[in-house]
């Protein structure tokens, strides 16, 4: 049976002035909370208690190692004792010296078994250690019983010491090693949360610098009738921080071009938080302006503008220009988007780089409606085959009930590993995907064989799903290698494609074949888009464009 260990919430507490406890008294984990002890910090920065904890842990091992180092001296000393007696018994021959023998370090082994238990009494958890030192004690005053036995009986009870103080040497040992090994267990998850701690500590600093010693005037209150207003990059880095909160609401009052330096490196708002707090569930209007040269790298994390946004977590007429997101999965807006909707958000010059799911927009959809929306840009990906790698221009991986309406993609995609590719959506992994009235220009370069490519939809599952009056222009000349692809639908499985077309021989596909060039006509009467209000005819570029 090991020894009960103490919890590092139980000790953080003990070591912290009792700061801690109620503020994660209801969690039932052992390990402290991050998030509270964050709250902690920030109610109170100035307290620097948690800092000494490594110190008073290293304190606290050497007072509870420090006793058990006692007790083995103490029971090297009876062992002693016991030798001595053994030495004597072997050397007597008559009843009265075998009695001296054994009674001449009676006092000694009083006084020692008085030392042992008041060493083994301040010890905490220590009922495995009273258990054999009242095995102990009654063997040696069995021990004393027997100076008028013979001398074979007295030579047994020996042996019946001499093992309890074997076995007792060893538990004592046992607590030794398990206590360093323990004690450097806690020590190491101070250290991380002292790191962590002082990330926070570090991210309040800054944001009470902006807020006081810039003297940064806020407006707004959060609300959605009175939402916090941002007018530059400190407005938009304050989201999530402090009192703007992620359940709050947002509105840009002004175009924001950030400074491209070497240490750029946008962090997605809410990528400083853990678990639900981390996920953007108020709203972000752009009110028609741009934020420019936003740009990560973080190869072992999601990357987006925002990390996830759920229920409610709305973005509107916002333009994303210039962004550049590097990492393990990687969209411009978001790369979780849940029960929300989108309308009026477009990325210019996009650059994505990932190697898991990956959207021009956002990542993965569950619950989603995006309307009159659009993605330029390119989509580059690693040589490594993967099946995790799901490519779309506006979303990689619809995972549930997802609408997309009146959109368009323009993409370069270089890609030799992606599992599956869509012009707007790289697969449909559950029921009901709509897309309706978009269309997407794409150009796929380096395909693999083992990559299932489509103009509008990669993979198409569901009786559910559906493609109506869309078109893409796809480019798969360059180097392509695909054995499944299609100008529409790379692989169907079920689902619906209608009145929808694709240029050149891949449109026999689950679609039919686009006459080139395009006319204003032939988007308004065959395809029946809203020239007035919703399109209109690029005659430029022989191109619909989003009013």
Same mark, same amino acid.
């Given at each position: ?14 070591? #912290? ?14 390990? =402290? ?51 001595? =007696? ?55 005053? #069995? ?277 599956? =590719?869509?012009?707007?959506?790289? =697969? ?120």
């Amino acid at each position: 049976m090991e020894p009960k260990r103490i919890s590092q919430l139980e000790m953080a507490n003990e070591l #912290s002035g009792n700061e801690i406890l109620p503020l994660v008294q209801n969690n039932e984990t052992k390990n =402290i909370s991050l998030r509270s002890i964050s709250k902690f910090i920030e109610n109170d920065i100035e307290n620097n208690e948690l800092h000494s904890i490594k110190e008073k842990l290293n304190l606290l091992f050497d007072e509870k190692n420090g006793k058990l180092r006692v007790i083995e001296s103490q029971l090297n000393e009876l062992e002693t004792d016991i030798f001595e =007696i053994k030495v004597a018994v072997e050397k007597a021959t008559t009843k009265k010296e075998l009695k001296e023998a054994i009674l001449a370090l009676e006092e000694d082994l009083d006084q020692l078994l008085l030392d042992l238990q008041q060493q083994i009494y301040s010890l905490e958890d220590n009922g495995e250690l009273i258990e054999e030192y009242t095995k102990l004690r009654e063997d040696l005053n #069995s021990l004393k019983q027997t100076h008028n036995k013979d001398k074979e009986a007295v030579k047994e009870k020996l042996k019946d010491v001499e093992l309890d103080i074997e076995n007792f040497k060893e538990l004592v040992n046992t607590f030794i090693e398990y206590n360093v090994n323990e004690v450097r267990n806690d020590i190491k998850d101070i250290k991380e949360l002292m790191t962590s701690m002082n990330e926070r500590i570090f991210d309040i600093e800054e944001n009470i610098k902006i807020l006081k010693e810039e003297k940064i005037e806020t407006f707004g209150s959060g609300t959605s009738e009175d939402p916090w207003q941002i007018f530059n990059e400190q407005d938009l880095k304050r989201i999530g921080h402090g009192n703007w909160v992620l359940s709050d609401h947002y509105i840009l009052m002004d175009n924001i071009t950030l400074a491209i330096t070497e240490e750029s490196n946008w962090s997605p708002i809410g990528s400083h938080l853990e678990g639900w707090d981390s996920v953007f569930t108020g709203s972000f209007n752009g009110n028609n302006k741009y934020i420019k040269n936003l740009k990560t790298i973080d190869h072992d994390n999601e990357v987006a503008f925002i990390k996830q946004c759920a229920a409610g977590g709305a973005i509107k007429n916002l333009i994303l220009d210039n962004c550049d997101f590097t990492g393990f999965s990687a969209a411009c807006f978001s790369t979780t988007l849940e029960e929300t909707n989108i309308i009026n958000c477009h990325v210019i010059n996009g650059k994505l780089n990932s190697s898991a799911i990956t959207g021009g927009l956002f990542g993965l959809s569950y619950e989603v409606s995006i309307e009159n929306c659009s993605f330029s840009g390119i989509i580059i990906t690693p040589d490594n085959w993967s099946p995790n790698l799901q490519i779309g221009g506006i979303i990689g991986r619809v995972v549930k009930d997802t609408t997309i309406k009146d959109c368009y993609v323009i993409i370069n995609i270089s890609s030799k590993n992606a599992f599956s =590719i869509g012009g707007i959506v790289g =697969i449909s992994n559950d029921r009901s995907t709509r897309i309706e009235n978009c269309y997407s220009k794409t150009n796929i370069n380096n395909g693999s064989k083992d990559s299932i490519i489509g103009g509008i939809i990669g993979i198409m599952q569901w009786s559910t799903d559906l493609v109506r009056n869309c078109f893409s222009i796809i480019d798969l000349s360059n180097n392509i290698d695909s054995d499944s692809y299609g100008g529409i639908v790379g692989a169907r499985e079920s689902g619906n494609v209608q009145n929808s077309f694709a240029s050149n021989l891949f449109g026999s596909r689950h679609g039919s074949l686009l006459q080139l060039p395009l006319t204003e006509t032939f988007i308004r009467n065959t395809l029946g888009w809203d020239l007035n209000t919703t399109w209109e005819w690029n005659s430029e570029v022989q191109l619909p464009k989003l009013k």
